[in-house]
């Protein structure tokens, strides 16, 4: 038998729920779920277009064989294998966000974070089909995981192509981890102020968030522990994706620098793409407010530094290229340069060593329409630079009588659009059913700023 | 028992209420927040998260998967490859790191749900609302019916936005 509650009980709680108001985060970073915005059905119906005649590609050459790529002797390591490369190093600037700068405290990160953490999940996923396209037998995947089979025939562990294999694996499953445990309060910000069938699903994703203290707790525990697992995860990643490389004996793979090199250079191309997605989304969904100048301006100056470790790396290769003696790798680099793929080359270093120079310009690092055309030449330069370090090297070996020109068919070049398809449309999905910035992120800044306290 | 939920702006004044709360022996307590923030999370349980047993256990279960994994399936099917021991470690430390971060990351994912009672469902605490995961803050306390004035009166005293009594 309770006693009745104390009066001044009784009248808060009539006068609780009615004139709730939502806090203005929530709905400005909602906002995009709300609604279906003209451009964004457009890019949508585009990249599944596109998908789509990349779908037909692949049928294609499942059905015919490899022979419709355009592979040459001794050439047979091409576009599906640089677009691998390419889309691995695109996510490393995801988590260089997400974890890195998180371990550092850099706040300013919380407001891109989200959606840098998409575009490593959708870049990795994207990535992750190249090596089975590459394959031909799509159906034979599964002889690269080791599985108990009859024949008692287990992998070679010494290879570096399984290395990559289970550091592939990992690096995704642990960047799907990370962004959907970031997502998990998001989610339930987007529950409560939903209803119907969205809030069914929302309600199952969030997995009952009430925002309680232990709940809170073992989230920013968890977050420290991932960022701390992912940091050396994914430098661990690219180097091995280059040791694929490096641990052969082509003219212009074997070189020891390749590790760092190729962290660098994806941690570049990976800021531009964060650009090149995030400067279109926050102009059609009206985030001016949340994803600022200050932020283009970071990742741009983090894009000048990476570009000159790049450029550091170029000019490495071709002094030790110079500096080895061995006339196979003087030839390989010379010929880069001056030989049948000039072109790629040249486009290279102007996109990821001249161009990014722009950017010591204040005007030019806070100019959004520069930065735009400037990620997007980046982007080109860096999946040229991968078609230079592959094509060139193997076309280019030991014996003259050996060497072979190669030139991207049809399918090829079909599927390498349909990978950005495949990326855009899961990125143009993912901003429409979920926050594309952190809120409770922004929020835990915004309460700080507003009342003070610790941090 | 009753439960008394009240509603607070300032994250400062939470963590000040639980700890005036706990003092008076009022343990059966939890708060909603909008965000994490230490100063509460310290004030409700001082004691470190679990959630890095589950990281380390996770870890060192990875790492030793991946070395014996090697090793064994090295030796099961013996083949010379470049004149290397068939168990050859070098190689191995890069299976053996990848796996370490892929155990220690999915038992951390682990940990959290089981930590944070994190699991699918409709039906939430009757005290929760979309105000806290909006901007606002609460804290509920269950009490003996004879404690209600006195937990209401402290609420409030200590710059709580109003206080109710929640229906179980």
Known sequence: MTPPPPATAVADMAQSSPAFQDSKINRDILNPTRYVSLPWLGLLLLAVLGVGQAVFSLGYQTYVGLGVAGYQAPVFWAVYIITFVFWIGIGHAGTLISAILFLFRAKWRNAINRGAEAMTVFAVLTAALFPLIHIGRLWKFYFLIPYPNQRGLWVNFKSPLLWDVFAINTYMTISIVFFYVGLIPDIAVARDRSTGLKRVIYAILCLGWQGTSGQWKAHTRTVLHLSGLATPLVLSVHSVVSWDFAMSIIPGWHATIFAPYFVAGAIFGGFAMVLTVMIPSRRIFGLEAYITDYHFENMSRFILFTSWIVGYAYGMEYFIAWYSGVEAEQTSFFLRAFGPYWVSTWIMISANCIFPQLLWFKKLRTHVPTLFVLSVIINIGMWFERYVIIITSTSRDFIPGAWGLYIPSPVELSILAGSFCWFAMFFLLFIKFFPIIAITEVKELAIHEKYGGAH | ?168
């Open chain 2, 1 to 168: 028992m009753p439960t008394l939920l009240s509603v607070f702006d300032r994250p400062q004044d939470v963590a000040a209420v639980v700890t005036k709360l706990k003092g008076r022996g009022f343990n059966d307590l939890e708060t909603y927040s909008p965000a994490p923030f230490e100063e509460i999370e310290d004030a409700v349980d001082p004691r470190p998260s679990p959630v890095r047993l589950f990281t380390l256990i996770g870890g060192l279960a990875g790492v030793v998967t991946g070395f014996a994994m090697q090793i064994w399936m090295s030796l099961d099917w013996p083949l010379k490859i470049a004149g290397k021991p068939y168990a050859s470690i070098p190689p191995y430390v890069i299976i053996g790191f990848e796996l370490t971060i892929l155990f220690g990351g999915l038992l951390t994912l682990v940990g959290l749900l089981f930590v944070g009672r994190l699991y699918p469902r409709f039906r939430l605490d009757p005290a929760y609302s979309m105000r806290f995961s909006a901007e606002e803050f609460g804290i509920v306390v269950t009490c003996k019916d004879r404690d209600v004035s006195e937990v209401d009166a402290l609420m409030r005293s200590n710059s709580a936005k109003e206080v109710s009594l929640v229906d179980a």
